[in-house]
Nanobody, 123 residues
Framework: QAQLVESGGGLVQAGGSLRLSCTISGRTFGAYVMGWFRQAPGKEREFVAAISQNGDRTRYADSVKGRFTISRDNAKNTMYLQMNSLKPEDTAVYYC????????????????WGQGTQVTVST
């Protein structure tokens, strides 16, 4: 079974940047829509960004538009989330997901998820 593995999380000061990565082993990465969600303590998991199989379609949550950029490198089986101008409210565990359906990824109903990577933004 293909596994999604997130990396790149950490502690950063407000205004700083981080780049998250999500890789898939054992499957054809380019066949899937990919996305990022996040879950802050005490809150429900929320959509962050999604990208189509060839990268020509993206979608972002309003809260991250203009600050975060989703991208993918199908040759490396890797998806990225470049996060700039980070705010304390971006603190959360970030998860990647995959599905054949763009709306399933955006809606959070994708079947496959990673284990998450912690992002902490300090004031």
């Amino acid at each position: 079974q293909a596994q999604l593995v997130e990396s790149g999380g950490g502690l950063v000061q407000a205004g700083g940047s981080l780049r998250l990565s999500c890789t898939i082993s054992g499957r054809t990465f380019g066949a899937y829509v990919m996305g990022w969600f996040r879950q802050a303590p005490g809150k429900e998991r929320e959509f962050v960004a999604a990208i189509s199989q060839n990268g020509d379609r993206t979608r972002y949550a309003d809260s991250v538009k203009g600050r975060f950029t989703i991208s993918r490198d199908n040759a490396k089986n890797t998806m990225y989330l470049q996060m700039n101008s980070l705010k304390p409210e971006d603190t959360a565990v970030y998860y990647c997901n995959r599905d054949g359906s763009f709306e399933a990824v955006v809606g959070g109903t994708a079947f496959f998820w990673g284990q998450g990577t912690q992002v902490t933004v300090s004031t």
